[in-house]
Antibody, heavy 117, light 107 residues
Framework: QVQLKESGPGLVQPSQTLSLTCTVSGLSLTSNSVSWIRQPPKKGLEWMGVIWSNGGTDYNSAIKSRLSISRDTSKSQVFLKMNSLQTEDTAMYFC???????????WGPGTMVTVSS | DIVLTQSPTTLSVTPGETVSLSCRASHSIGTSLHWYQHTTNESPRLLIKYASQSISGIPSRFSASGSGTDFTLNINNVEFDDVSSYFCQQTQSWPNTFGAGTKLELK
């Protein structure tokens, strides 16, 4: 049974760095790709980036300069780091498995991140 | 980026009704359009892939159609559990993008 679960700090101060962890079960990160997706309050979803099964990454150009995605395959964890946070980064953050190629067939429940002083 | 416009924003329904949700793309995307259901406090769920392809485990009352720029998700005999937000995603063009969603609520 494939499961993903996000974890993170909940509250981050402006200009600080956000660190989130996606812990997966029921799948191997060496043969599956995982994306991060976020949804600000009352807005649509935004794909942020992906770490491919071969360890390569791709990022949405809108946030590429601030974003880094990595993984620890032995711990079945995918990590997101995003720096220079602003209030506009307040959102629910999801990790999801890339099924096929770009659609997402399994999602975590999400973790809410609020950027506020 | 390709913009997906979903309508209506909110749809009030009575259980047993059949409803249609629209997703319109700013440019042609072939059939690279996927539908998701997102119920509050739950993980989003993939309902339909590539415009009309069913997903294992998804009830048959969910169906979809369309190609190019106009897509439709149909829900037959709406049930209480269908009260959710529904959003579409295109994967034809980089980066993949999502619509803002349609919220289904009970009358």
């Amino acid at each position: 049974q494939v499961q993903l679960k996000e974890s993170g700090p909940g509250l981050v101060q402006p200009s600080q760095t956000l660190s989130l962890t996606c812990t997966v079960s029921g799948l191997s990160l060496t043969s599956n790709s995982v994306s991060w997706i976020r949804q600000p309050p009352k807005k649509g979803l935004e794909w942020m980036g992906v770490i491919w099964s071969n360890g390569g990454t791709d990022y949405n150009s809108a946030i590429k300069s601030r974003l880094s995605i990595s993984r620890d395959t032995s711990k079945s964890q995918v990590f997101l780091k995003m720096n220079s946070l602003q209030t506009e980064d307040t959102a629910m953050y999801f990790c999801a498995r890339n099924g096929g190629y770009w659609y997402f067939d399994f999602w975590g429940p999400g973790t809410m991140v609020t950027v506020s002083s | 980026d390709i913009v997906l416009t979903q309508s209506p924003t909110t749809l009030s329904v009575t259980p047993g009704e059949t409803v249609s949700l629209s997703c319109r793309a700013s440019h042609s995307i072939g059939t690279s359009l996927h539908w998701y259901q997102h119920t509050t406090n739950e993980s989003p769920r993939l309902l339909i892939k590539y415009a009309s392809q069913s997903i294992s485990g998804i009830p048959s009352r969910f169906s979809a159609s369309g190609s190019g720029t106009d897509f439709t998700l149909n829900i037959n005999n709406v049930e209480f559990d269908d009260v959710s937000s529904y959003f579409c995603q295109q994967t034809q063009s980089w980066p993949n993008t999502f619509g803002a969603g349609t919220k289904l609520e009970l009358k």
